[in-house]
Nanobody, 118 residues
Framework: QVQLVESGGGLVQPGGSLRLSCAASGSIFSMYVMGWYRQAPGKQRELVAGFTNGGITSYADSVKGRFTISRDNAKNTVYLQMKSLKVEDTAVYYC????????????WGQGTQVTVSS
Protein backbone atom coordinates (compact mmCIF):
# COMPACT_ATOMS: atom_id res chain seq x y z
CA GLN A 1 0.00 0.00 0.00
CA VAL A 2 1.31 3.39 -1.04
CA GLN A 3 0.14 6.82 0.00
CA LEU A 4 0.92 10.00 -1.88
CA VAL A 5 0.46 13.45 -0.42
CA GLU A 6 0.72 16.54 -2.59
CA SER A 7 1.40 20.03 -1.36
CA GLY A 8 2.53 23.38 -2.65
CA GLY A 9 -0.46 24.52 -4.62
CA GLY A 10 -1.90 27.96 -4.33
CA LEU A 11 -2.89 31.14 -6.09
CA VAL A 12 -0.33 32.88 -8.25
CA GLN A 13 -0.34 35.57 -10.90
CA PRO A 14 0.49 34.80 -14.51
CA GLY A 15 4.23 34.54 -14.89
CA GLY A 16 4.68 33.37 -11.34
CA SER A 17 6.14 30.17 -10.00
CA LEU A 18 5.15 27.34 -7.70
CA ARG A 19 6.81 24.16 -6.58
CA LEU A 20 4.63 21.16 -5.92
CA SER A 21 5.74 18.33 -3.70
CA CYS A 22 4.60 14.73 -3.58
CA ALA A 23 5.66 12.72 -0.57
CA ALA A 24 5.38 8.95 -0.93
CA SER A 25 5.08 6.47 1.89
CA GLY A 26 4.35 2.78 2.23
CA SER A 27 5.61 -0.25 0.39
CA ILE A 28 7.06 0.73 -2.95
CA PHE A 29 8.61 -1.85 -5.23
CA SER A 30 11.82 -1.20 -7.07
CA MET A 31 10.28 -0.72 -10.47
CA TYR A 32 7.77 2.08 -10.72
CA VAL A 33 6.98 5.19 -12.64
CA MET A 34 5.78 8.46 -11.22
CA GLY A 35 4.22 11.48 -12.75
CA TRP A 36 2.28 14.64 -12.28
CA TYR A 37 -1.16 14.95 -13.78
CA ARG A 38 -3.59 17.80 -13.80
CA GLN A 39 -7.27 18.23 -14.32
CA ALA A 40 -8.63 21.61 -15.29
CA PRO A 41 -12.30 22.55 -14.97
CA GLY A 42 -14.29 20.82 -17.66
CA LYS A 43 -11.25 18.91 -18.88
CA GLN A 44 -9.99 15.36 -18.58
CA ARG A 45 -7.01 14.53 -16.46
CA GLU A 46 -3.80 14.78 -18.43
CA LEU A 47 -0.19 13.86 -17.89
CA VAL A 48 1.98 16.88 -17.21
CA ALA A 49 5.36 15.36 -16.41
CA GLY A 50 6.69 11.87 -15.80
CA PHE A 51 9.73 10.45 -14.08
CA THR A 52 10.52 6.76 -14.54
CA ASN A 53 12.55 4.56 -12.22
CA GLY A 54 15.31 4.85 -14.77
CA GLY A 55 15.38 8.60 -14.39
CA ILE A 56 13.94 9.42 -17.78
CA THR A 57 11.69 12.44 -17.77
CA SER A 58 8.95 13.45 -20.11
CA TYR A 59 6.75 16.51 -20.36
CA ALA A 60 3.59 17.56 -22.02
CA ASP A 61 4.27 19.95 -24.87
CA SER A 62 2.21 22.60 -23.15
CA VAL A 63 4.59 22.75 -20.18
CA LYS A 64 7.92 21.88 -21.76
CA GLY A 65 10.53 24.46 -20.93
CA ARG A 66 8.50 25.83 -18.04
CA PHE A 67 8.01 22.86 -15.72
CA THR A 68 10.66 20.60 -14.25
CA ILE A 69 10.11 17.31 -12.48
CA SER A 70 12.68 16.20 -9.94
CA ARG A 71 13.02 13.95 -6.94
CA ASP A 72 14.72 13.63 -3.61
CA ASN A 73 15.17 9.94 -2.92
CA ALA A 74 16.18 10.51 0.68
CA LYS A 75 12.85 12.20 1.34
CA ASN A 76 10.81 9.92 -0.93
CA THR A 77 9.53 13.06 -2.54
CA VAL A 78 8.92 14.10 -6.12
CA TYR A 79 8.67 17.74 -7.10
CA LEU A 80 7.20 19.72 -9.90
CA GLN A 81 8.79 23.12 -10.33
CA MET A 82 6.44 25.31 -12.31
CA LYS A 83 7.63 28.58 -13.80
CA SER A 84 6.14 31.16 -16.12
CA LEU A 85 2.71 29.99 -15.12
CA LYS A 86 -0.19 30.71 -17.40
CA VAL A 87 -3.89 30.98 -16.75
CA GLU A 88 -4.22 27.76 -18.73
CA ASP A 89 -2.19 25.97 -16.08
CA THR A 90 -5.01 26.36 -13.59
CA ALA A 91 -6.01 22.89 -12.46
CA VAL A 92 -5.91 20.40 -9.66
CA TYR A 93 -2.53 18.71 -9.82
CA TYR A 94 -2.23 15.06 -8.87
CA CYS A 95 0.77 12.91 -8.12
CA UNK A 96 0.70 9.37 -9.48
CA UNK A 97 2.75 6.26 -8.85
CA UNK A 98 2.37 3.04 -10.81
CA UNK A 99 4.24 -0.14 -10.06
CA UNK A 100 5.64 -1.69 -13.21
CA UNK A 101 5.70 -5.26 -11.90
CA UNK A 102 2.16 -4.98 -10.54
CA UNK A 103 0.31 -2.81 -13.05
CA UNK A 104 -2.88 -2.82 -11.00
CA UNK A 105 -1.08 -0.95 -8.24
CA UNK A 106 -1.75 2.56 -9.42
CA UNK A 107 -1.80 5.21 -6.72
CA TRP A 108 -2.98 8.79 -6.67
CA GLY A 109 -2.58 11.65 -4.28
CA GLN A 110 -5.50 13.76 -3.17
CA GLY A 111 -4.56 16.63 -5.44
CA THR A 112 -3.46 20.19 -4.85
CA GLN A 113 -5.12 23.20 -6.41
CA VAL A 114 -3.11 25.53 -8.60
CA THR A 115 -4.85 28.70 -9.64
CA VAL A 116 -3.20 31.17 -11.98
CA SER A 117 -5.09 34.42 -12.07
CA SER A 118 -4.62 38.16 -11.95
Amino acid sequence: QVQLVESGGGLVQPGGSLRLSCAASGSIFSMYVMGWYRQAPGKQRELVAGFTNGGITSYADSVKGRFTISRDNAKNTVYLQMKSLKVEDTAVYYCNLREVLVPSNNYWGQGTQVTVSS
